[in-house]
T-cell receptor, first 119, second 116 residues
């Protein structure tokens, strides 16, 4: 159990367009999901914490108007990269933990990531 | 968040035990130590986690020192498929109304190469 699915796995689009990435917990409910970005040969960088039914919490330096997060249900969070530019090209990864409350004792289960290329 | 320090790379012979160290000297009493690994172009995979006691599962063992300032991940019989970047993370503790609760900050990890 504990499968997290991301869609799409790979997307190429023109500069200036918006791209939506979905993150689904397939066999469990997740009140909290996390979004990461990873550049080549670098580690994962936490972008934001997605909370079901409330606003996302963004890390310092991450533009909330640029990266729109919606967590409308207990199994789905979406990340929309608005007006994407080549510098937004990256590997975007989401994760989710089972349950609610104190998640520190709950493993994060990661999606397989979305590779975004902006031309 | 408590930071972790890991060696950038390690080699291990196939079939031998791989011992991956991690320092987390600023860890707080209620923060868990987690290990994940990432194979190229995939999302990280959960391996194991612990608070104070040593832990073992079907994938690995986790040894945490008594003062909790360091830990070691042990892959008992490494295979070529265990070649990956291994991340040691201290996960923020908290309650539901703590916006930082459950966050994981990834360091640079250890690139483990298992050789035939």
């Amino acid at each position: 159990g504990a499968v997290v699915s991301q869609h799409p796995s790979w997307v190429i689009c023109k500069s200036g367009t918006s791209v939506k990435i979905e993150c689904r917990s397939l066999d469990f409910q997740a009140t909290t999901m996390f979004w990461y970005r990873q550049f080549p040969k670098q580690s994962l960088m936490l972008m934001a914490t997605s909370n079901e039914g409330s606003k996302a919490t963004y890390e310092q330096g991450v533009e909330k108007d640029k990266f729109l997060i919606n967590h409308a249900s207990l199994t789905l969070s979406t990340l929309t990269v608005t007006s994407a530019h080549p510098e937004d090209s990256s590997f975007y990864i989401c994760s989710a933990s089972k349950g609610a409350g104190d998640l520190s004792n709950q493993p994060q289960h990661f999606g397989d990531g979305t590779r975004l290329s902006i031309l | 968040d408590a930071k972790t320090t890991q060696p950038p790379s390690m080699d291990c012979a196939e079939g031998r035990a791989a011992n991956l160290p991690c320092n987390h000297s600023t860890i707080s009493g209620n923060e868990y130590v987690y290990w994940y690994r990432q194979i190229h172009s995939q999302g990280p995979q959960y391996i194991i986690h612990g608070l104070k006691n040593n832990e073992t599962n079907e994938m690995a063992s986790l040894i945490i020192t008594e003062d909790r300032k360091s830990s070691t991940l042990i892959l008992p019989h490494a295979t070529l498929r265990d070649t990956a970047v291994y991340y040691c993370i201290v996960r923020v503790a908290g309650s539901e109304d703590n916006t930082n609760a459950g966050k994981s900050t990834f360091g640079d990890g250890t690139t483990l190469t298992v050789k035939p």
